[in-house]
Antibody
Framework: EVQLVESGGGLVQPGGSLRLSCAAS????????MHWVRQVPGKGLVWVSR????????LYADSVKGRFTISRDNAKNTLYLQMNSLRVEDTAVYYC????????????WGQGALVTVSS | EIVLTQSPATLSLSPGERATLSCGAS???????LAWYQQKPGLAPRLLIY???IRATGIPDRFSGSGSGTDFTLTISSLEPEDFAVYHC?????????FGQGTKVEIK
């Protein structure tokens, strides 16, 4: 069974940093592109970042470019999101999601990690 | 960036009724690269439909997707109690993935 489990969320002050982790199991992690998607509670989903299977290609949404860094450790089956210079508007539930091996849709999602940026 | 607009924002229906949800794109979504997800409160989204009309594994056939270009539709032929949720559309035809703002299907 495919499982994605996020951790590392919490409360942080504006300007602070946080690192999210997404532990994958039940599939060959190194073969899949992985994404981060966030959602302000009660609002829509917003794509944040993606990394291809070997880590050689990365994209970010403009809203996080220069502040967030996506990375992965295929030996540990784990995806990361390093979030620096956090803003109040970064407050959201952050999901890691697996891109399907056949196309650009997301066929598996983690349960989400809540990040709250507040003073 | 392709902007997706979902309508209506909220759909109030009774179990057994037909639900029709729309997703409009600001520019053509090539190769019908559009997916639909269902999300229940406190849970992660679940893939329903990909490539505009293909049901994901395990999805009941009361869910169907259609459309191309800039207009897409998710239809639930007869609502079951477990179908009351929020539905999101997503395009993946460009390298900047975007989602609609969601349609909430609530019990009337």
């Amino acid at each position: 069974e495919v499982q994605l489990v996020e951790s590392g969320g919490g409360l942080v002050q504006p300007g602070g940093s946080l690192r999210l982790s997404c532990a994958a199991s039940g599939f060959t992690f190194r073969s899949y592109w992985m994404h981060w998607v966030r959602q302000v509670p009660g609002k829509g989903l917003v794509w944040v970042s993606r990394m291809n299977s070997d880590g050689s290609s990365i994209l970010y949404a403009d809203s996080v470019k220069g502040r967030f860094t996506i990375s992965r450790d295929n030996a540990k089956n784990t995806l990361y999101l390093q979030m620096n210079s956090l803003r109040v508007e970064d407050t959201a539930v952050y999901y890691c999601a697996r891109r399907s091996g056949s196309g650009g849709w997301f066929d598996s999602w983690g349960q989400g990690a809540l990040v709250t940026v507040s003073s | 960036e392709i902007v997706l607009t979902q309508s209506p924002a909220t759909l109030s229906l009774s179990p057994g009724e037909r639900a029709t949800l729309s997703c409009g794109a600001s520019q053509s979504v090539s190769n019908r690269c559009l997916a639909w997800y269902q999300q229940k409160p406190g849970l992660a989204p679940r893939l329903l439909i990909y490539d505009a009309s293909i049901r994901a594994t395990g999805i009941p056939d009361r869910f169907s997707g259609s459309g191309s270009g800039t207009d897409f539709t998710l239809t639930i032929s007869s609502l079951e109690p477990e179908d009351f949720a929020v539905y999101h559309c997503q395009q993946y035809s460009t390298s900047l993935w975007t989602f609609g703002q969601g349609t909430k299907v609530e019990i009337k």
